[in-house]
């Protein structure tokens, strides 16, 4: 399991969907999106997920893990766990640790190659918080700006309690690619693009999209990610 990670807006969903569609290409993959107030996920693929394929069901006794998978079309390794487009609960006072344990339990057993899951900002759900700790690695997408710093500092009791900085691998999104909240070396760096928003409006990842710069980093990413597997 990887789980992508970082401050508000510094990109986590969108590393997420490009990381997933790239890896989709020759591994089974499931991404979770841990976001329990809106959907968002599935805007990168033009993918609509109704309610009873979608975590809207989680809560439901007798509802067996595969009917919570949404396809993405045109993509037959590419499955989705997010909240449905139309939802109209607030899921999060649904959603507990046990909950969140069993979700986790159950993916086990299927024979993802890849399980990429789109973590919080901050430690406001169980699905978030306990990817995290079972995470193999952790992707933790940083900026330069001074509320990621202060959030990167908020953060450090939850990272020595799940001891996330050992299996941090640090990605920089901005322009300039230098370090991250003020001395840290990103392990990767990405490009950035001014269409990105475009290219999610339009249904479709940058990666898909065949942007080559920044394409070239995610697939470097993705060797990474599965190497640490095999390990």
Not at 82 to 95: A, C
């Amino acid at each position: 399991m990887t789980a992508i990670w970082g401050p508000p807006d510094g990109g986590k969903t969108t590393l997420a969907a490009n990381l997933a569609a790239c890896l989709a290409r020759e591994d089974t993959v499931l991404l979770v999106s841990s976001n329990l107030w809106f959907p968002e996920i599935q805007l990168h693929f033009g993918q609509v997920v109704p309610e009873q394929n979608s975590l809207a069901r989680l809560p439901q006794e007798g509802c067996a893990m595969y009917e919570l998978f949404t396809p993405v079309k045109g993509n037959a390794n590419l499955q989705l766990l997010t909240l449905p487009d139309d939802y109209g609960e607030l899921f999060g006072d649904y959603l507990n640790s046990g909950l969140a344990e069993n979700l986790f339990e159950q993916i086990g057993r299927y024979r993802f190659a890849q399980v990429i899951v789109d973590c919080s900002a901050v430690p406001d759900n169980p699905i978030s918080t306990l990817a995290l700790h079972q995470a193999e690695t952790v992707l933790h997408v940083g900026t330069p700006a001074i509320a990621g710093l202060f959030w990167y500092r908020a953060m450090k009791p939850l990272r020595e309690a799940l001891a996330l900085d050992k299996k941090s691998r640090f990605v920089a999104n901005h322009a300039d690619n230098g370090l991250i909240y003020g001395d840290i070396e990103p392990d990767f760096q990405l490009p950035e693009i001014e269409q990105m928003g475009q290219y999610a409006a339009q249904g479709k990842t940058a990666f898909a999209a065949g942007v080559r710069k920044y394409a070239a980093r995610i697939k470097e990413i993705a060797g990474a990610i599965q190497r640490e597997v095999v390990e």
